[in-house]
């Protein structure tokens, strides 16, 4: 079983920079995949960026905004996230792949972006 504890939510205004962190309960060393993930009302839970090996994949909506990165001394994904949006304003998730077959997500940390 994996935790994971997500941190580095709450209000932002437009234009603005907000780091998520999502700390992991074991090495993520040789993990096959980490992400972040957001969901609004009414609406899917989409891929905002995934970092798999040195590989990383952003949504459209993000790219040149958001950046993904993780430590492995601390077990930890982050999403670096500037130049916000009202448009990104979601509950956003960290998901944990440790292998192909494993999923795990976090509780979710709110993110609202308004003046």
């Known amino acids: 079983q994996v935790q994971l504890v997500e941190s580095g939510g709450g209000l932002v205004q437009p234009g603005g920079s907000l780091r998520l962190s999502c700390a992991a309960s074991?090495?993520?060393?040789?993990?096959?995949?980490m992400g972040w993930y957001r969901q609004t009302p009414g609406k899917q839970r989409e891929l905002v960026a995934v970092i798999s090996g040195g590989t990383t994949v952003y949504a459209d909506s993000v790219k040149g905004r958001f950046t993904i990165s993780k430590d492995y001394a601390k077990n930890t994904v982050y999403l670096q996230m500037t130049s916000v949006q009202p448009e990104d304003t979601a509950v956003y998730y960290c998901n944990a792949r440790p292998s192909i077959t494993d999923d795990y997500w976090g509780q979710g940390a709110q993110v609202t972006v308004s003046s």
């Open positions: 074991r090495s993520i060393f040789s993990w096959y995949a």
